[in-house]
């Protein structure tokens, strides 16, 4: 169905329906002019992000129901990684007149997924036309007491350094990703020379072969909100210093640690968590492993310091990996090599601005 037989309204009708307010502090959700959420006790987080289409993703290898999931996970992580509470989500879209209804209704099967799995209510947002293809802008809104709110700044000399899960992993399914992509637009434009038809209807299916890389796929198109891990931190009483999501890389994200904080930093790369899958893809590619992890970024783990004390208890939660600790300011930033020797440490993640 073409979006101009609804309009915009009959769009958000239709996208919007079945959407149910969850929490207490949604008053009202879409419908009106505005949303209206009732805050009495909690602070309230606030984070938003933006996603280009050939800048943030390509829909040749993301489907539009992976799309939406990502979408609000993204967003949902930056309020977890301040130790929060996610409660609402607002979502904006300017699309090409290439989209239909039944894909924006699968982009929105994607949001509701992610929201559903952490009891966040859909409140508004906005639809337009984009002469440029799709922009899809996220807006989360949690909560959390004041004295629970975990800041970049907080870190200090001796704190431990831990992240969850394993690093690199987004970054090498992104890199399969793109190598299949080369592949079928060369074999797309060898066939168009060569004027063969059938192959031309052949690659119209073309469908790349992942097989024992299904968690690098998975890991880059769709990422988890580690929830999870706040939820168990709680659990064990213990409250970080300092806090970020890995959405740019380890090494960018340590380097705003530690300048908020004005520390530095030893992490040790025998420490840092690297799944089985990526070690193998990394060498396929001719990669540096450490390199993907420092800096591939989009992993959505979460990074976070604690105090010494802190020790017995984080090493209990599982799926938390202890990879150094804070130090002095005057001591930099630096990575302990396998062999012992000290190599600064840079930040060269993502930056969407850099030339």
Not at 178 to 199: L, T
Not at 269 to 289: G, W
Not at 322 to 335: K, N, V, Y
Request: hydrophobic content about 40%.
């Amino acid at each position: 169905m073409n979006i101009s037989e609804l309009g915009e309204f009959g769009l958000i009708r239709r996208l919007t329906d079945n959407i149910k307010p969850q929490n207490a502090s949604t008053l009202i959700g879409v419908g009106d002019d505005c949303a209206v959420m009732h805050y009495p006790d909690k602070e309230v987080l606030v984070t938003t992000d933006m996603l280009m289409e050939g800048i943030h993703f390509d829909l040749t290898y993301i489907d539009l129901q992976h799309l939406g999931y990502k979408s609000a996970m993204v967003n949902i992580s930056d309020i977890f990684a301040m130790n929060g509470t996610p409660r609402q989500l607002l979502v904006s879209i300017a699309l090409s007149k290439r989209f239909s209804v039944e894909d924006l209704e699968a982009f929105y099967d994607g949001l509701r997924l992610a929201c559903e799995k952490w009891g966040v209510d859909i409140v508004g947002g906005d639809t337009t036309s984009s002469m440029t293809g799709l922009a899809i802008s996220i807006t989360c809104i949690g909560e959390a007491r004041k004295e629970d709110i975990v800041y970049r700044g907080g870190a200090k000399d001796t704190d431990l350094i831990c992240v969850s899960g394993d690093l690199g992993s987004s970054y090498m399914g992104l890199q399969l990703l793109e190598r299949e992509k080369a592949v079928y637009y060369q074999q797309v434009d060898e066939a168009r020379k060569s004027g063969n038809k059938a192959v031309l209807e052949d690659l119209a299916h073309f469908q790349p072969d992942f097989a024992g890389k299904e968690y690098l796929i998975e890991r880059q198109i769709k990422p988890e909100a580690r929830g999870d891990i706040i939820s168990r931190l709680r659990e064990m009483n213990i409250r970080p210093t300092s806090m970020m999501d890995i959405s740019d890389g380890l090494s960018s994200e340590l380097h705003h640690i530690c300048e908020r904080s004005g520390c530095g930093c030893r992490i040790f790369e025998k420490n840092i968590p690297i799944d089985y899958q990526t070690a193998l893809m990394a060498e396929e590619l001719n990669m540096n492993v450490t390199t993907c992890a420092l800096n591939g970024g989009e992993d959505y783990e979460l990074l976070f310091t604690v105090s010494i004390g802190d020790l017995d208890k984080v090493e209990q939660i599982e799926g938390v990996k202890l990879i150094g600790h804070i130090t002095d300011a005057s001591m930099g930033m630096m990575l302990v090599a396998r062999d012992g020797s000290e190599l600064e440490l840079k930040a060269q993640g993502w930056n969407p601005l850099k030339n």
